[in-house]
């Protein structure tokens, strides 16, 4: 695991955050989905550049072990 993201049952609920904060990982991505840039992010929640790209790294890290299967149509 990134070494930057921590898992903590007594933090955020166990939810992964940035380490040495309570900043949620999916906070820090949901605010650059909605559009704000790196920077605004590191303003807004006290954050830095590889704080924001390790959180990156977690969620891609994330999707790349988990297993997909397709969706059977309905039947008729």
């Known amino acids: 695991m990134e070494a930057r993201i921590k ?3 007594s933090i955020q609920h166990g939810k992964p955050v ?3 904060t309570r900043v949620p ?3 820090v991505l949901g ?3 909605s559009g704000m840039s ?3 992010v590191m303003e807004e929640y006290g954050l830095g550049e590889e704080e924001i ?3 990156l790294r977690f969620a891609a890290e994330l999707i790349e072990s988990e297993q997909f299967y397709p ?3 309905p039947k008729p």
Do not use: K, N, T
């Open 53 to 55: 790209r390790a959180a």
């Open 7 to 9: 898992i903590d049952p």
């Open 31 to 33: 605010a650059l989905a």
């Open 25 to 27: 990982v999916a906070r």
């Open 38 to 40: 790196f920077e605004e």
């Open 18 to 20: 940035i380490a040495g």
């Open 71 to 73: 969706l059977q149509p």
